[in-house]
DNA sequence: GTAGCTCAAACTGCATGCAATTCGAGCGCC
DNA sequence: GGCGCTCGAATTGCATGCAGTTTGAGCTAC
């Protein structure tokens, strides 16, 4: 383990583009911004204070971590994973932090349990706080584990793919419950430190997966990616009062 | 496996950047540009007609997927991955495409399975040619898998870390040998198509971990990073004409 | 001949400006 | 009242320009 570059920015270029990014990843995940919300350029660049230029890159780098959409000459979106999307992001996840533990299993230093548990404790305080700060501090207790692999790649690719998934939460759990996660941080921290490689890997698998299914109940159309999607079933019945109410209050 | 979307491509957004990208990308991979390479904004909007504003766009999607290092107020380079880098990224590689033949496994049409066979002929074809051609097309047999499981996202992470992967390779491997790699992967392909799971899987990460162990044999500090650190040994025998010789030709 | 210094050229960081495209409010038609 | 159309405002795509930083070639001193 000794030996490893400590270069924690992979990519990340230039200050103002980071800042940028890093606030909004943040509002991102905490759904400050929802899903579809719109980010017109003009404005990042004033509410930031830099031009165009800056937050159109920064668009760009959300956008190859998949937080954002990118359509030509249209306004950038946050985007919205389909649910398949949303089902293969978990899958990926679950080997990439299958990878984590293992490596890691054994291998840490008290001070870095004691800062796991820190980190858990304060999963446990916010439980009264909002859902978003639960959920951000829920994924930023994955990204800390990776993050002690002291493996850059592994941070990056784990950090991205744990974002969208918690975008994903967003979309389709309503009713989050993160009581049971942090329970289940808790084993994980206690199996890393006993070192024992197949439980750890276990734990870790079958929490990631009980957080998806109890996210991605069923391919649930509601919510889903398009309204005309949402409101198929509804065609049929033609001209009902309700189905014309809700394009328009959806359409602002 | 129906209903999914055929979204290939992830971010890439508007056309001119996207196609700058490639072409760097396939440059780098094929070894046109080696690692270390710098590339000026200038010279790449003047080379591929655009202005530099794009040309710094496209370096910063590069930059993202970790091809080309950014560093402020300095000129882009081609990414040069530590050792323990690319060990990193085979790991990471191994899991994800493990996951992918598992998706695949028994799940590939006739017409699948005959697109990967003339991948493979075309493979074989070029084992003639230089061995950068070589190295592509072995990549994009990976890639060509991952397509098929219709996951942009898994595309999108076994492509760039495939990516990543030939980088490496081209930075440790001098004579690279790719006769074994291409009964591996034919290997893969008959496996894929009885649908032996376990089988298959067992045989993507053998025959991704035997690329990465041909190709890494050991930390070969020859070649590493740094010329400061490669001849950090020769400091000893001080003022050794060779010793100069070799700092003078490395730095132009 | 070597080491250190200086300064101009090269390059990046960023903002601004213009053309092309999209968006949406308002208007006429059914 | 609802639907489609049209045109101005909003927005993106991209190039260019200016300021600050790095680079390295040439010069000087030893």
């Not at 159109?56 to 030509?72: D, I, N, P």
């Not at 230093?109 to 959920?135: F, M, P, Y």
């Not at 750890?200 to 509601?222: E, F, G, K, Y």
């Amino acid at each position: 383990m000794a030996g490893r570059a400590d270069s924690s920015k992979t990519a990340e270029s230039s200050d103002k583009v980071s800042v940028i990014c890093r606030a909004l990843r943040r509002a991102i995940i905490e759904q400050a911004l929802e899903p579809g919300a719109k980010l017109p350029e003009d404005a990042l660049g004033e509410r930031f204070g830099v031009s165009r230029t800056i937050a159109r890159h920064a668009l760009g780098q959300l956008a190859a971590e998949g937080l954002v959409e990118l359509r030509r000459n249209r306004i950038a979106v946050v985007a919205t994973p389909s649910w398949q999307e949303a089902r293969d992001a978990f899958d990926i996840r679950i080997e990439l932090e299958r990878l984590v533990v293992r490596q890691l299993a054994g291998k840490l230093t008290k001070a870095q349990i004691a800062e796991l548990n820190a980190h858990v404790d304060a999963e446990d305080r916010a439980r009264d706080g909002t859902d978003a700060v639960s959920i951000r501090l829920a994924t930023e207790f994955h990204i800390l584990l990776a993050h002690m692999t002291n493996s850059p790649i592994l941070v990056r690719y784990v950090s991205e793919v744990a974002y969208r998934c918690c975008l994903t939460l967003s979309l389709y759990s309503r009713p989050h419950s993160s009581e049971c996660a942090i329970n289940e941080h808790r084993a994980i921290i206690a199996a890393l430190a006993k070192g024992d490689v197949d439980k750890v890997m276990a734990l870790m698998h079958s929490h990631l997966d009980s957080v998806a299914t109890r996210a991605l109940v069923a391919p649930s159309p509601q919510r889903g990616r398009d309204l005309l999607d949402i409101l198929a079933p509804y065609a049929d019945e033609a001209t009902g009062e309700k189905v014309v109410k809700l394009t328009k209050a959806a359409r602002r």
